[in-house]
């Protein structure tokens, strides 16, 4: 199977995901990285599968492992989406009291504020812009620095780092570890900061806080949390936003019906993130016990990837799975996962979704591509689904 994973031509990569579906749910295959691996791409096996208790996350799962010092895969990969039970229950339930859900809804006059900021400097622009480096990238790390207190002046070195951590299977080991010490460098520094210094009102804090019982986390923990929190949390919602605003630009009867029916929003973002999400496939697992699935025996130690945005255009579980349909009901696709590492800010990405896209259009009802038949540039790699750039005429 050739890889989808890397193509950086969109139709090119959906033409691949769609192959790969075609030979059946799960396959046995050799990814780019050269590791021979499990691929689910079927929906009803997806699901299943993420919340078996003999599917787990494996610690030599890591990038460049074979180049990356201990202390540094410590200060970033201690996080819960890495952790199985009863490690990440644990750690789960001290992220969840200082990520709480009323935390983040309290967030959105100051993201409907950052939006309407964009939008004006979008609106003096001189000629097309890029939506993503001018809106879609600044609208949610702004928000992200904002929540953990990171300062203004450092949020271009966490765009840069972050786009080597996670997409480092398309980087070298010395690019990877250049990053990746320099954002834990600073992590540290802001935690030590709160500890010693200055607590303030925002979730760093709150992350140092937690307690259940005599419980807390470890230095590296935390390390780990906010490197979750900056990489893996701002550089899905710029894809959520980017892809969106692609996908309801390329398919104008969509748009007009959300023009239409504004009170559809909510269900158009869901529909957007199943039709073409920020994430191409989940963090690999690994299974811990043969598992009898699709006809197929997954053996102990096998790693098992899961291809979500061919999941999520599951014929047999959407019907018309690779159409865009934002009336679509009963949405359960798995652009946030599924089981016990469904993503815990999946409220905050809904949110920025909804808020960016709503008064995008509002603002810029004859928002056009530059070029309507152009094929946007995607990011190489595994995890992400992303376009570096989208042109675009206001």
């Not at 990814?31 to 929906?43: A, C, H, I, K, R």
């Not at 043969?290 to 061919?310: D, K, N, S, W, Y």
Request: charged share 25%; with cysteine; glycine share 6%.
């Amino acid at each position: 199977m050739t890889s989808p994973f890397t193509e950086t031509s969109g139709q090119a990569r959906w033409r691949g995901f769609a192959e790969a579906a075609a030979e059946g749910p799960l396959q046995y295959v050799t990814l780019f990285t050269g590791v021979p691996v499990w691929l689910v791409t079927g929906y009803a096996e997806a699901r299943q599968l993420l919340a078996h208790p003999d599917v787990v996350r494996s610690s030599l799962d890591g990038p460049h492992r074979d180049h990356v010092w201990d202390n540094l895969v410590n200060s970033m990969e201690r996080h819960m989406l890495n952790a199985n039970p009863p490690d990440h229950t644990r750690m789960r339930k001290l992220v969840s009291a200082a990520f709480t859900r009323r935390r983040i809804e309290l967030l959105e006059p100051r993201i409907r504020e950052i939006a309407a900021e964009l939008l004006d400097e979008l609106a003096a622009a001189d000629g097309p812009v890029d939506l993503v480096s001018a809106y879609s990238y600044p609208l949610p790390i702004t928000v992200i620095s904002e929540l953990l207190g990171i300062p203004a002046i450092r949020r271009d070195d966490f765009r840069r780092w972050s786009s080597i951590v996670v997409n480092a299977a398309v980087h070298t080991p010395e690019q990877y570890i250049e990053a990746a010490l320099a954002m834990v460098e600073f992590i540290r520094e802001m935690i030590e900061d709160r500890r010693v210094v200055a607590p303030s009102d925002d979730l760093l804090s709150a992350l140092i806080a937690a307690r259940d019982g005599g419980d807390r986390l470890t230095t590296d923990e935390l390390t780990s949390m906010v490197y979750l929190l900056l990489a893996a949390g701002h550089e899905t919602t710029v894809s959520l936003i980017s892809n969106g605003v692609h996908a309801l630009l390329t398919h104008p009867d969509q748009l007009a019906l959300l023009k239409a029916e504004p009170e559809r929003l909510p269900a158009a973002v869901e529909e957007l993130i199943r039709y073409d999400g920020p994430l191409q496939a989940a963090i690999p697992y690994v299974a811990k016990a043969p598992i009898e699935i699709a006809g197929r025996t997954i053996l102990p130690g096998a790693v098992i990837v899961f291809a979500l945005v061919a999941a999520n255009r599951d014929d047999a579980k959407f019907g018309a799975g690779g159409e865009l349909d934002i009336a679509r009901a009963d949405n359960q696709h798995l652009g946030f996962g599924h089981g016990i590492h469904h993503c815990l800010g999946a409220p905050l990405a809904r949110l920025e979704g909804r808020i960016a896209l709503g008064m995008l259009f509002d603002r810029f009802p004859d928002l056009r591509l530059t070029e309507p038949d152009g094929d946007p540039h995607r990011t190489p790699g595994l995890l992400m689904n992303g376009i570096s750039e989208l042109p675009v005429q206001l």
